[in-house]
């Protein structure tokens, strides 16, 4: 239940109210700021007061400041710090009539009737600005505010506004330092500002104690800052500040507090006295360090500069051992600097730096490579590369004794040697010690051998024959020699004596020696081997090499020489006529060993390979390897031409039975084109004529009657074919008959259109059964035509 303990009564009525405890702050609608001294709350009485022309409305108090709406002088800000006299230190003009304020953090919140809600920054005391404004629907008469919500009291009713003002956060909010009476400065640390909010932070920084110094002291938005102490003229004790950061936060100011410890005085520590050392590479080093301090503390030992392979160890007694391991790579000087710390103060330390002397250690080169004893065989090459290296990087000379006369050693002076061994027979059944040297420029070396044993290569007949492995050629040309090829250099002297050599033709043969190519090479004391002789070469294993080894056995080889073509006489009989075209036929496109590239058909005597059959060598008259039209040229070219040759194409074409019906349409027509491409002659103007009688003319009219050719070839065995010519579509009909006028075989019964065709008889009834030999007629029928010619099969 309140009970009343004093008035005291004014002129105007009171709109705001506020109070620190001992003063009540007091809004007076006709005088303005009166202040009264509550602290005998039975006994109010005035303090001071400030007059506003205007009609004052409300009021709140911050630390020595008033802050005053007014509803038509608008925000007053006043200065109370002497309360008696109040003075006015800012005044912001009214946007409209004056309602209400609040303050939170560094904002004040004032309500104007027609306006709404104004908001100003106090966070800077001596420079209030205007920072947001919210227009309401109604009459705004006053304004709360709680966390990060604004709520105005509006004719209308309740609005309430979220603020986007910058929230500041200050981290740490405690800092420590301690140092040393008359010693040095602790080091600066640091606390951060910053803005967990939306809006710009505008911030700054300020402290009471001399010995704290900020920096900087002002910015926006998030910043570190740094606190330095100076403890220069401070005594043994304890210090305290408080850091005090404003702000236009909504929460601002905020605060740090600062703690300065200062000790006694303290002495540094002292290091005991060390030398400079040395070390060989590749060796160890040893150093004691000790350290004492003057209070009685154990100082911490460290070292700084450490060279790699090295390591120091604080014992925490106040001594320490470094350890050095230096490695071969690592001659020169370093300079290690050992350390003592203070126990107490880290800042107070003794230091001592030495220098330390890694002698070089020279070290032997040495061979990279790999050394193993070797066999190689006569007339082989021996190369080997021999690499060498020094560990410290020194010139290295390589060197090699022991090895053969014929044999080279080159050092490259990049490390690596070169021995080059061109073995021979004189180096047959010899085993050499070799022996590879590496020395430095200060005269260390090492070295190593290799043994290497020359074996005998046996002496062999590697080939007999001038013509290379694979071709598949098994005969000699009568005007090639014949090679016996040696694996290596004979002894020309044995020769004489055990080679021996015969002809099954009773040629007389001969041999000499071509010791650049290792080869035996036998011709004919005549001009040519004969043809399709037969020759047998025997050499005795009495033959040596030049180290006088003998060969691997007696040798004997048997070759069979070829024979001689005359371009154009393809059945070989020694006279060039209407016969050679036979054997082109029965041969058509074989393939067989090349005579001459590019072909020739030029009348010679042309040794040539045996083709299989034999028969077909003498079908390939341009000597191509091929049976083809460029053959049929050499018939016409050389067409009477004849030569002594012992050949019968008849007996051979008998032998191997031809079937002439091989001779298929496509054949003729290539040998009739192949004949009409060959240059003029009389031999090209037969043929054709021949020709025509098998296949008609090339002509590309059609008939203009109904012909009938005579056969061929004739005489015949067993078959032959008869050309024909139809003028118009009609039935034909070809009978055989024999000399008494028997029907013997039908070999066409049918319709046929206008053209030229072909027919064939194979010699037998039209039961299959052979013709005998004797005089035959062919008969064609054809529509109201009849014609009869005579053909001859000869068996």
Not at 670 to 686: A, F, R, T, V, W
């Amino acid at each position: 239940t309140p009970v009343l303990l004093g008035v005291f009564s004014f002129v105007g009525p009171i709109n705001g109210i506020d109070s620190d405890g001992h003063s009540v702050y007091l809004a007076d609608a006709d005088y303005g700021l009166k202040i009264v001294d509550v602290t005998d709350p039975q006994n109010p009485a005035l303090t001071g007061s400030l007059e506003i022309d205007g009609s004052a409305q409300d009021v709140v108090l911050d630390d020595d400041l008033i802050y005053l709406v007014d509803d038509q002088k608008g925000l007053q800000v006043i200065n109370i710090t002497d309360p008696a006299n109040p003075v006015f230190q800012q005044s912001l003009p009214a946007v409209s009539d004056g309602a209400g304020v609040e303050m939170a953090g560094n904002y004040l919140y004032v309500s104007y009737n027609f306006d709404g809600l104004a908001v100003y920054g106090t966070w800077i005391s001596d420079s209030i600005y205007f920072s947001a404004g919210y227009p309401t629907p109604g009459y705004a008469w006053d304004a709360a505010v709680s966390g990060g919500n604004v709520f105005i009291a509006d004719y209308y009713g309740l609005i309430a506004l979220t603020q986007a003002a910058p929230f500041m956060t200050v981290e740490p909010d405690t800092i420590r330092f301690q140092g040393n009476q008359d010693g040095y400065n602790p080091y600066p640390q640091t606390f951060m500002i910053d803005n967990t909010s939306d809006g710009t932070l505008q911030w700054a920084v300020g402290n009471s104690q001399s010995w704290l110094s900020l920096s900087p002291s002002g910015g926006e938005g998030a910043a570190e800052i740094t606190a330095t102490v100076n403890i220069a003229g401070l005594v043994e004790g304890m210090y305290y500040d408080t850091i005090v950061v404003n702000s236009n936060a909504t929460n601002s100011p905020g605060s740090i507090f600062v703690e300065f410890r200062v000790n006694p005085v303290n002495n540094a520590p002292v290091l005991s006295d060390m030398n400079n050392a040395s070390v060989d590479e590749n060796s160890s080093l040893q150093l004691h360090v000790s350290a004492t301090d003057q209070e009685g503390t154990t100082p911490r030992l460290m070292a700084a500069n450490l060279p790699g392979n090295s390591t120091f160890t604080d014992n925490s007694d106040g001594s320490g051992i470094f350890d050095f391991n230096p490695d071969f790579e690592q001659a020169g000087e370093y300079y290690v600097i050992f350390i003592a710390i203070d126990e107490i103060d880290s800042l107070l330390t003794d230091s001592l730096q030495i220098t330390i002397t890694v002698n070089n250690v020279n070290r032997s080169p040495y061979f990279a490579s790999e050394f193993a004893d070797t066999q190689i065989t006569e007339d082989d090459l021996f190369e080997f590369i021999v690499e060498a290296a020094d560990p410290d990087a020194d010139p290295i000379v390589l060197s090699c004794s022991g090895k053969p006369e014929n044999a080279e050693f080159t050092d490259s002076a990049n490390g690596k040697g070169y021995l080059s061994f061109q073995s021979d027979y004189t180096n047959v059944e010899q085993t050499y010690t070799i022996e590879f040297t590496v020395s430095d420029s200060y005269g260390e070396t090492a070295a190593d051998t290799i043994s290497l044993n020359v074996l005998n290569r046996q002496l062999e007949v590697i080939q007999v024959d001038p013509n290379p492995p694979g071709s598949g050629i098994k005969d000699v040309l009568i005007s090639d020699d014949i090679n016996v090829i040696f694996n290596e250099p004979v002894d020309e002297a044995t020769l004489e004596g055990n080679i021996s050599l015969s002809a099954s033709s009773g040629d007389q043969l001969q041999y000499a020696y071509n010791s650049e190519l290792n080869t035996l090479v036998i011709s004919s004391l005549g001009e040519y081997f004969s043809i399709l002789d037969t020759i047998t070469i025997s050499i005795s294993s009495r033959v040596t090499d030049l180290a006088g080894f003998p060969l691997a056995g007696d040798v004997s080889r048997t070759l069979i020489t070829g024979v001689v073509v005359y371009p154009g006489d393809a059945d070989n009989n020694g006279v060039v006529d209407e016969r050679d075209l036979l054997p082109l036929g029965v041969y058509w496109n074989s393939d067989g060993p090349i005579r001459i590239e590019g072909g020739d058909c030029s009348w010679t005597m042309s040794p040539a390979h045996q083709w299989e059959p034999l028969p077909a060598t003498y079908a390939d008259a341009d000597g191509s390897g091929t049976v083809n039209n460029d053959d049929i040229c050499g018939i016409t070219e050389n067409w009477g031409l004849t030569h002594s040759g012992e050949g019968d194409f008849k007996k051979d074409y008998d032998e191997i039975n031809v079937d002439i019906n091989r001779l298929d349409g496509t054949v003729l027509e290539s040998i009739y084109s192949g004949l009409l491409n060959c240059p003029q002659s009389n031999g090209k103007e037969e043929l054709l004529a021949i020709m025509a009688s098998v296949i008609g003319q090339n002509d590309t009219r059609l008939p203009v009657t109904v012909e009938l050719y005579q056969n061929f070839p004739n005489p015949f065995n067993p078959t032959t074919s008869i050309q024909y010519a139809i003028d118009s579509r009609k039935p034909v009909r070809i009978d055989i008959f024999d000399i008494r006028g028997r029907h013997v075989a039908t070999i066409v019964n049918e319709t046929r259109e206008a053209g030229v065709y072909r027919a064939f008889w194979n010699g037998t009834d039209n039961n299959g059964t052979p013709a005998a030999s004797g005089i035959y007629f062919y008969h064609l029928k054809a529509g109201d035509h009849s014609l009869t010619k005579k053909m001859i099969l000869l068996k």
